[in-house]
């Protein structure tokens, strides 16, 4: 089936320094990818939209200019942590849809982000 | 405003009984997605079964079925033969203007 790729799993970073998320679907085209940030204990946050070829919508309070979101092809989405903080710390994870399958959304493995 | 509602943060039931997690979603349109996933500790999220709301029969997947009330905006998830292996966070989930929002997510704790 259908499979969605997140990278890396893990990473560390540094305070101040820049981190990117990929989320690759493999076998189908995503015109939408969501990208969630999820705290321990709770629920995913939806962060954004990516559509691609196009500027990804953001929720309410995400800033823009600190997760920087690109969707440049059918399969790619990267979510960039700008001059990331401790607080930034936490599990991201992204879905995309195949909409042509009756709106099937496959989620990523996540990427655990610590901003050390 | 909360689109996606689960009032059960915590729930447990005992090895092969039957449990019911309930949802409940706000919205003003008529065709639309409604989903529950399941996230184990490894974070995976799983579908676990999904509804097209112009379709009035309830979605079953083997031990997983739901209970929809399209006029009562409720999406509930009965499952049957629990596991221990169920034991995870639910959510419900829900497409609303092309994003998928998610409730708070209810724990479910499957005891030997």
């Known amino acids: 089936g259908a499979v969605v790729s997140q990278h890396p799993s893990w990473v560390i970073c540094k305070s101040g320094t820049s981190v990117k998320i990929e989320c690759r679907s493999l076998?189908?085209?995503?015109?939408?990818m969501f990208w969630y940030r999820q705290f321990p204990k709770q629920s995913l946050m939806l962060m954004a939209t990516?559509?691609?070829?196009?500027?990804?919508?953001?929720e309410q309070g995400v800033e823009k200019d600190k997760f920087l979101i690109n969707h440049a092809s059918l399969t790619l989405s990267t979510l960039t942590v700008t001059s990331a903080h401790p607080e930034d710390s936490s599990f991201y994870i992204c879905?995309?849809?195949?909409?042509?399958?009756?709106?099937?959304?496959?989620f990523g493995e996540g990427s655990w982000l610590t901003v050390v | 405003a909360q689109t996606v509602t689960q009032s059960q943060p915590e729930m447990s039931v005992q090895e092969a009984e039957t449990v019911t997690l309930s949802c409940t979603y706000d919205?003003?349109?008529?065709?639309?997605?409604l989903f529950w996933y399941k996230q184990p500790p490894s974070r995976q999220m799983i579908l676990v079964i999904r509804?097209?709301?112009?379709?009035?029969q309830n979605a079953t997947e083997n031990r997983f079925s739901v209970n929809f009330q399209k006029a009562a905006k409720s999406f509930s998830l009965k499952i049957s033969d629990s596991q221990l292996g169920d034991t995870a966070m639910y959510f419900c989930?829900?497409?609303?203007?092309?994003?998928?929002?998610f409730g708070k997510g209810t724990k479910l704790t499957v005891n030997p």
């Open positions: 989930a829900f497409i609303r203007s092309e994003k998928l929002v």
């Open positions: 919205t003003s349109e008529n065709n639309y997605y």
């Open positions: 879905s995309a849809v195949d909409w042509p399958s009756g709106n099937t959304i496959y």
């Open positions: 990516s559509n691609e070829g196009s500027k990804a919508t953001y």
């Open positions: 509804q097209e709301a112009y379709k009035q």
């Open positions: 076998d189908f085209q995503a015109t939408t």
